[in-house]
């Protein structure tokens, strides 16, 4: 398994009907990878920080990123046997989970919200690295 535990593994949550996009954004391509999967390695740097047992959020410009996050197995689950309401708000259930913070550079492209294939298209034309 090249040094990886059989039960790591990261999921990126990709929901949503792409309506606005016009077919499955997830699996829409940017210089030949698919959008899910460059969410995926770029999730590398939460990873490390977040470890075996606990949480890592982006945090970009000095501004919490709250929805991209790395949760460990223990993590997500202690999240999940909180009662109800009481893991409502992202930032609360991060604070709580005492969140490991990854700073990205304000300008990161990587954090472009990109929801139409013409934004998409955008993206391509002027990023600067990917």
Do not use: I, Q, Y
Not at 91 to 96: D, F, I, K, Q, S
């Amino acid at each position: 398994m090249s040094g990886a535990a059989a039960a790591d593994a990261l999921v990126v949550l990709a929901g949503g009907r792409s309506s606005r996009f016009g077919g499955d954004k997830a699996l829409a391509e940017l210089d030949g990878e698919t959008l899910a999967l460059r969410a995926l390695r770029r999730l590398a740097p939460l990873a490390a920080a977040a470890g075996a047992d606990g949480v890592a959020c982006a945090r970009r410009g000095g501004r919490l990123e709250p929805l991209v996050a790395v949760w460990s197995a223990p993590a997500a689950a202690r999240f999940a046997a909180e009662p109800a309401g009481e893991s409502d708000a992202v930032h609360a259930a991060l604070a709580r989970a005492r969140a490991a913070c990854v700073d990205f550079d304000g300008g990161d492209r990587r954090f472009s919200n990109v929801n139409t294939r013409a934004e998409l298209a955008s993206v391509a034309a002027g990023r600067s690295e990917a």
